[in-house]
T-cell receptor
């Protein structure tokens, strides 16, 4: 079975500060890992994904994430937060076969002036 | 190009009624997924189609839930004898069908059971 844990249901940062959203996964086989963002009243949008190539993955809007097998982590970072980054972020894991994503419970990011 | 579309965007029904939720995937995507997102939670997997067949329906909570994709494109999620606990946002996604492929999500259908 696969699972995802997102530490911190709410994270608040100042505009221009580092964004760090945490994700730990559990999987018995090598996983595929994803970060999605959900803006209010909109669908989920893919930020980035790890598919067993480079461990440091760069995504859209300046976000990146590093796959660390030894720590079973896939934390999302952005060097400088912008007001437009305020949204809910979901980490998800898939163990291949073209099938289901297992999502974490999400982290609501607030960006303050 | 057009993304995943879902209709209706909102559905209000009474306990015990039958509802159908529709999903139009991205053209050419062979894989289609249904998820359910309850308030304050991440999406939970319901069912996955590869073409016309349900490849994995392990997430359907009980036999009141059923989904079809008869021509390998549009899919309908059907819920019989709705209960208040079925209230949630139902999300549909599609992909090219491999494990690492990106799933593209629709805006969802918000179902409210009174």
């Amino acid at each position: 079975a696969q699972s995802v844990t997102q530490l911190g249901s709410h994270v608040s940062v100042s505009e221009g500060a580092l964004v760090l959203l945490r994700c730990n996964y559990s999987s018995s086989v090598p996983p595929y890992l994803f970060w999605y963002v959900q803006y209010p009243n909109q669908g989920l949008q893919l930020l980035l994904k790890y598919t067993s190539a480079a461990t440091l993955v760069k995504g859209i809007n300046g976000f990146e994430a590093e796959f660390k097998k030894s720590e079973t982590s896939f934390h999302l970072t952005k060097p400088s937060a912008h007001m437009s980054d305020a949204a809910e972020y979901f980490c998800a894991v898939s163990t291949g076969g073209g099938n289901k994503l297992t999502f974490g419970t999400g982290t609501q990011l607030k960006v303050e002036l | 190009g057009a993304g995943v579309s879902q209709t209706p965007s909102n559905k209000v029904t009474e306990k015990g009624k039958y509802v159908e939720l529709r999903c139009d995937p991205i053209s050419g995507h062979t894989a289609l997924y249904w998820y359910r997102q309850s308030l304050g939670q991440g999406p939970e997997f319901l069912i996955y189609f590869q073409g016309t067949g349900a490849a994995d329906d392990s997430g359907l909570p009980n036999d009141r839930f059923f989904a079809v994709r008869p021509e390998g494109s549009v899919s309908t999620l059907k819920i019989q004898r709705t209960e208040r606990g079925d209230s949630a946002v139902y999300l549909c996604a599609s992909s090219l069908g491999q494990g690492s492929d990106t799933q593209y999500f629709g805006p969802g259908t918000r179902l409210t059971v009174l």
